[in-house]
């Protein structure tokens, strides 16, 4: 299964955005599927997570309330929409299957990652 994250771009703060990723070459079927970003110099680090069916999500604490993730079970694409964007929100923001054999917040715990696509908030 190959990800592909996109929907990047700049935006002034309290903006918004919608990023996809899309599943191709294999079953669109998966555990949980999760965004991640990295800034310059620091750490990937979690920001969002949702299992096949929608029915259970888990956000980073900074951006409950502003971004909402969720899927199209017809093509197994996921979305993070965001909403009121911070210029620390800025950074490359990928997307990753859960391994579905360790921690779903940990980013070594998911596998197949797709490029990421870049989100840019200025101040």
């Known amino acids: 299964v190959q990800l592909q994250a996109s929907g990047g771009g700049s935006v002034q703060a309290g903006g918004s955005m919608r990023l996809s990723c899309a599943t191709s070459?294999?079953?669109?079927?998966?555990?949980?599927m999760g965004w991640f970003r990295q800034a310059p110099g620091k750490e990937r680090e979690f920001v969002a997570t949702i299992n096949w069916r929608g029915s259970s999500t888990y956000y980073k604490d900074s951006v409950k309330g502003r971004f909402t993730i969720s899927r199209s079970v017809a093509s197994g694409t996921v979305y993070l929409q965001m909403n009121k964007l911070k210029p620390e929100d800025t950074a490359i923001y990928y997307c990753?299957?859960?391994?579905?054999?360790?921690?779903?917040?940990?980013?070594?715990?998911?596998?197949?990652w797709g490029r990421g696509t870049q989100v840019t908030v200025s101040s």
């Open positions: 990753a299957q859960y391994n579905e054999r360790g921690d779903i917040f940990t980013a070594t715990d998911y596998e197949n």
């Open positions: 070459g294999g079953p669109a079927s998966y555990y949980y």
